[in-house]
């Protein structure tokens, strides 16, 4: 927050970049913190970019290196040797650099594994890099402070402060057994309150939650944010401790989680950004589109089998109506899915299907009666009969009700087969429900006008 | 994690309360996480729950209150006498005792705050209350340990010791001058490490981020996020440190906003769940639904305008594509808004107006053109006219390109004048785009098909 970072800021490093004046960027770089200097590169061109990655020491651009931009990093990536990457990648705590090495081409991954000297890091990078994505393996860090039961306060407290050097935030400090497996935490404030001498069994936590290696990630947040946790405990089956999943990764996790949904029901397939290449954004929005499409096309012809009514002008009318009827469906279906979504995110989707679906009735009877009173009275000022009005109302309350049953149960029996409530917003649900409510609009008009 | 909340729980727990066999009842729930008993007693009735409630400890009763379902809170609240509320204060951090104090009615609050018996607690509270809503002030906690710059190490680890009984969770030592000013921190880990002797100024860091308390609480996200903070100092505009908020506060704010902006995009006014009233629900939806039959129904005006069109049976299947222009730009704006609501969120739109809107002009042709291609293979099997289908296709195109644009431009001036862009997303910008795009597509189509 030291920096203000604008346009004359960016010029200014642009200046020193091409005068290669590597003396005045270390200055006026060399206080900001990594996550402002991500930004700047962020700003800059990719040789630019580079260009004070290499400048800069690799203790601060690994951080840096995390903090860019996802696209920006994999070019970054490719300018530098295998050699420098493993350099970046000692700095960095395990997850952020399995996460790294992850985006590599394969065939560079070996390469740059190769050029890492510490052996045990290695090792821990490997290990991290066989779980699967969406675990908890995969986002936790193997870097934790850990200390055996058996041991006296004065050695847990050495001991500690040998670990914590290596380790960047102490959150817990976990207690093992002999068998390595996790049997309690202490808190630094235990440590510091305790006294001075004695076992630490004393005042060692039994109570410690963890997670299993193998748990879905999206549960390890819902875990911790009930329990308001900072960190969380990784485990194998057996309650051998592996490492620890840090609040800061579960953020990431619920926000990747919200974008996802919303872009779901936005109609965008996943990663889509406002900066991404015209080719991106076109491949990001076309699948929809030609979904929503195809759909529509159903429409069209359901039409064309009703277009016997065209002859006669009072009947036309009823085509008129179509766009409303579609619009109609179309939002009442995105909203029930949504609030279903919504409510399984959030774990308070209970009661019956049947007690759900006479609550959706209800609600789509009364917003139903309200719009068509509003159409009945657009009815009169446009010199409507008031029999063509009705017969549109009754059938819009018909579509409501259809398109608000398929909005709920689509997202439910999906979640119930385990597959994300969220692909029923959106597009889907908007198009089914044009389809549908064209045809039942069409349908019961007829009825009621005895067509 | 320890028991399994489900419905023979549920239904024990139930036959106990009838029974009041209140020892068995503590029994059960007395190893119990707080976040776990709220659970429970979400499923419970009122009266079952405010049973509860009462028989357990308020040290426990308070954490629960915290993490019940609001709605619950605000009817058990009710039950409770202002003298029982005031005790369930007394054992919560300020933050949270001051926002249960903020959903009472306004008659209460002073009644409650008369029982609380601790001074400084309720001076604490009274403070947090004169903050406005979304500022830094209203959900920062008073709770925090500081340390003098000029105290010794051992005077700073004695006090120390003696704050952080009353602080949940103690992520940095904050360093005060005298004059109460912010002026750098320390973190356990260094006072871990720290010689034992000699004063603090040797440790300290001097780089501290800190809020003003006047900040609003999104920016209080971003930046806690950018630098991976866990807790920030709140400040006033000399300086003065006031309080600090933790991370887990952040992730609510995180949360409510990405529900937020889905609401929005589904057209539901917020904070309507799954589990409200049908009342609630129907207000929830009824809004935008409105909004979107206006609009709609400025789409039936603009169609009787082209009835004529009618008489001519090769000019009427311009009706049949009605929705399809509809749904193609509302889809289509409901995109562009989405992709440019996340950009603003993650502060990552650049670059001129006039870049953007070839960008999206480029997009909206070559989707355009694809989308053409499948109308024209669709005429061909449903055996339209050639011209007809193009004349479709090229008022496709042009609809297309002017959703894109008002779906890209609305939500971008929104931002620029202080609206929410995400207002500018879901039902709104359907409806704009339902009405403006039957329109363009009459008119070009006519000129087209020289009607």
Not at 105 to 114: K, S, T
Not at 209 to 215: I, P
Request: hydrophobic content about 50%; aromatic content about 6%.
């Amino acid at each position: 927050m030291a920096i203000e970072i604008n346009k004359e800021f960016i010029e200014q490093i642009e200046i020193l970049i091409k005068n290669q004046d590597d003396t005045a960027i270390l200055k006026l770089l060399d206080d900001e913190h990594h996550a402002d200097i991500a930004e700047i590169l962020d700003l800059l061109n990719l040789d630019e970019a580079t260009y004070i990655i290499k400048l800069l020491d690799s203790e601060k651009t690994a951080e840096i290196l995390m903090e860019i931009d996802e696209d920006t990093r994999e070019k970054v990536l490719k300018k530098l040797s295998a050699k420098e990457i493993a350099e970046e990648l000692e700095e960095l705590d395990t997850d952020d650099a399995a996460d790294i090495i992850a985006e590599l081409p394969e065939h560079r991954q070996q390469r740059v594994i190769a050029h890492i000297e510490d052996e045990e890091h290695v090792a821990d990078i490997k290990e991290l890099l066989t779980y699967d994505d969406d675990t908890a393996g995969s986002i936790m860090a193997k870097e934790l402070v850990k200390v055996n039961e058996n041991w006296t306060i004065p050695r847990c407290v050495k001991e500690m402060r040998a670990q914590a050097e290596e380790v960047t935030r102490v959150h817990s400090i976990y207690v093992i057994n002999d068998e390595e497996q996790l049997i309690g935490r202490l808190s630094l404030k235990d440590l510091l309150i305790a006294p001075a001498r004695g076992n630490i069994s004393k005042i060692v936590r039994p109570k410690v939650d963890s997670v299993n290696v193998n748990e879905n990630v999206e549960e390890v947040a819902k875990i911790m944010q009930k329990y308001d946790l900072e960190a969380i405990p990784v485990v194998d089956d057996n309650m051998i401790l592996l490492g620890r999943i840090t609040i800061d990764d579960i953020v990431d996790v619920i926000k990747e989680e919200a974008e996802k949904d919303y872009q779901m029901a936005a109609g965008l397939t996943e990663d889509v950004e406002a900066d991404d290449s015209i080719f991106e954004l076109v491949k990001g929005r076309l699948p929809w589109l030609i979904l929503g499409l195809l759909g529509s096309l159903g429409a069209v012809t359901i039409m064309q089998n009703f277009q016997g009514l065209m002859s006669n002008p009072e009947d036309r009318a009823l085509f008129f109506f179509t766009p409303l009827i579609a619009a109609v469906a179309g939002n009442v279906g995105v909203q029930s899915s949504a609030i279903i979504v919504q409510g399984l995110a959030n774990d308070i989707i209970k009661g019956s299907f049947l007690k759900r679906m006479i609550k959706e009735i209800s609600i789509s009877v009364i917003n139903g009666l309200i719009l068509s009173f509003i159409i009945i009275a657009f009815g009169v000022v446009a010199q409507y009969k008031l029999i063509f009005t009705i017969a549109v109302s009754i059938s819009l309350i018909s579509v409501i009700i259809i398109a608000s049953l398929i909005g709920t149960f689509v997202p439910l029996i999906l979640d119930k087969r385990g597959i994300d409530p969220a692909l029923a917003t959106g597009p889907f649900i908007t198009t089914s429900n044009d389809i549908f409510g064209i045809l039942i609009y069409f349908m019961i008009a007829k009825l009621i006008l005895g067509i």
